[in-house]
């Protein structure tokens, strides 16, 4: 998905702060998700790696995992930001090449 705005991407993250599910973690991106490979077994369906979701509930992104390793996010925070401070922390972040 792309956003217009830096708004836009605060309120993404806001909501992976919420629920990781909301645009994709490394279980609802993976190729083993909704067993878009063909190759899921029993035992990766007992897993939950992915192999026991249904591909509606897949992403092509990892995108909230992706915030969290980043650092626009933090996985579990004690206390919720809200979404002036998390647009603040967009607004200044720079990419891994250095832009904004």
């Known amino acids: 998905q792309c956003y217009v705005s830096k708004l836009e991407v ?13 645009h994709g ?18 035992a990766d369906v007992e897993k939950k790696n992915g192999c026991h979701l249904t591909k509606d ?15 626009f996010i933090e996985a579990n925070p ?9 647009y603040d922390l967009c607004e200044h972040s720079l990419t891994e090449n250095d832009e904004p």
């Open 25 to 42: 973690n490394e279980i609802h991106a993976g190729p083993q998700c909704g067993n878009q490979t063909l190759t899921c077994t029993l």
């Open 10 to 22: 605060a309120q993404a993250l806001m909501e992976c702060i919420l629920d990781d599910r909301a």
């Open 78 to 86: 004690e206390k919720l930001p809200t979404l002036s401070q998390i």
């Open 57 to 71: 509930a897949c992403f092509s992104r990892a995108c909230c995992s992706e915030a969290i390793k980043y650092g």
